[in-house]
């Protein structure tokens, strides 16, 4: 199982509300990743967990909160965002600092109104 | 990380070899040249990666000059379905810092028939 699970694939979400994005691996990878992208650009890194603890925010704004309850699970938390975070998010697996490659889901579009 | 240079497009036939170019002239010894692909509105694939000597898989070639400054990846026969945005990510490894992937403006190539 080469597979990275993320759920919802898409979520619409009012600046007020609180939602939560989810991020499941079973591939025994003990680094997790979250990026962010917008139409037509790169991903960009937002947060890194290796080994369950957060280990690299790349200066996220609070409103973003990461989790990382076990070793197959990644969880972004969402609070008062504005519509410029509407963005495509992606989780991305691999063994910590190594040289195997990292596994990315889908992703989740988030649309905030 | 190294900073990478790709360019914004290509195009190639149907069938025919597409060379993908990446300079990445601050490289260090101890970073590897990894080659993502992010069809649209999809989660970035892995393809290859390599330090210093040549790499084949099922997907594609990576040639990696001598003084490692520049890569091509290397598609033997493209098809419509290699039509994509091609990352070059220069990666290194042994820590957690090293292990982040950090992308770049990447090149969009489209196979045409």
């Known amino acids: 199982d080469t597979e990275v699970t993320q759920t919802p694939k898409h979520l619409v979400m009012g600046m007020t509300n609180k939602k939560s994005l989810k991020c499941e691996q079973h591939?025994?990878?003990?680094?997790m990743y979250w990026y962010k992208q917008k139409a037509k650009k790169p991903p960009e890194l937002m947060f890194v967990y290796s080994y369950e603890k957060l280990s690299i925010n790349e200066s996220v704004p609070s409103r973003f909160s990461p989790e990382c309850p076990n070793s197959s699970l990644l969880n972004l938390h969402l609070h008062a965002l504005q519509p410029e975070d509407s963005a495509l998010y992606l989780c991305a697996s691999s063994q910590p600092g190594g040289v195997a490659e990292a596994f990315f889901g889908q992703g989740t579009r988030l649309t905030v109104v | 990380d190294a900073k990478t240079t790709q360019p914004p497009s290509m195009d190639c036939a149907e069938g025919r070899a597409a060379n993908l170019p990446c300079n990445h002239s601050t490289i260090s010894g101890n970073e590897y040249v990894y080659w993502y692909r992010q069809i649209h509105s999809q989660g970035p694939q892995y393809i290859i990666h390599g330090l210093k000597n040549n790499e084949t898989n099922e997907m594609a070639s990576l040639i990696i000059t001598e003084d490692r400054k520049s890569s091509t990846l290397i598609l033997p026969h493209a098809t419509l379905r290699d039509t994509a945005v091609y990352y070059c990510i220069v990666r290194g490894v042994g820590t957690i810092q090293g292990g982040k992937l950090i992308f770049g403006q990447g090149t969009e190539l489209s196979v045409k028939p």
């Open positions: 591939m025994g990878h003990r680094a």
